[in-house]
């Protein structure tokens, strides 16, 4: 009898202890998924510096809105319409100003931690040795300095932890970073956008690329 229920019992302990095995290999399977899974989507999240999503600043208006200049800012200092910076989105340049009022300054929430390119006019705020850390990125030259200020989904308030060289006035650029939607008031303006600043390029003209000489 005793024979019996030892027997039992080591049977018993030695089903017990497999099921415990069959357990643990289990939850290894498991983590090794989730490990696998997330290492998938981080990859898939990965930045490509070399490759910005590139919007204009009819890009940032959510969709049926149409964007509103100031006639003040008919033209800028060279005589061109006041945004004439192309989208990837619809691979073509932005439509002629026009003074219809924006119904709301709602940002594109689609676009949050998009790294992009976009190209407008500094206004710069804390100067130091003309060089800046933060500055608002506008689509006309002198907005929210000698012009009336656009609507919130017009501005972007760039930030770099690097002080970067401050442009002219009138001096077009793009700014290259990752686009955030955060609805924030600065001293000049209501902004819908932020920007952690990556670097800056200069900004070429259409006719002007045209007309660049040709490379061996």
Known sequence: MKQTVVGTSLALAIALGGG???????????????????????????????????????DLLPEGELMAL???AASDFFGTDPNPFSSSETGN???????????????????????????????????EAGKTRTFLLVPYVGACIHVPAPPANQIVLVETSEPV???????????????????????????????????????????EADEAPLTD
């Open 93 to 127: 340049s932005p439509s002629p100003m026009m003074s219809v009022p924006v119904p709301t300054a709602e940002p594109r929430q689609d676009l949050a931690n998009t790294f992009v390119k976009i190209a407008g006019y500094m206004t710069p705020f804390n100067v």
């Open 20 to 58: 415990a095995y069959w357990l643990n290999a289990q939850s290894v399977a498991e983590q090794s998924k989730v490990a696998a899974s997330a290492q998938q989507s981080s990859a898939s999240n990965e930045i490509d510096k070399d490759n910005p999503k590139v919007v204009n600043w009819e």
């Open 165 to 207: 060289e401050i442009k002219e006035m009138w001096e077009p650029f793009e700014a290259v970073g990752t686009l955030r939607v955060e609805t924030i008031s600065t001293e000049l303006a209501e902004v819908a956008y932020t920007m952690d600043l990556d670097r800056i390029e200069p900004f070429v003209f259409e006719d």
């Open 70 to 72: 100031p006639q003040d």
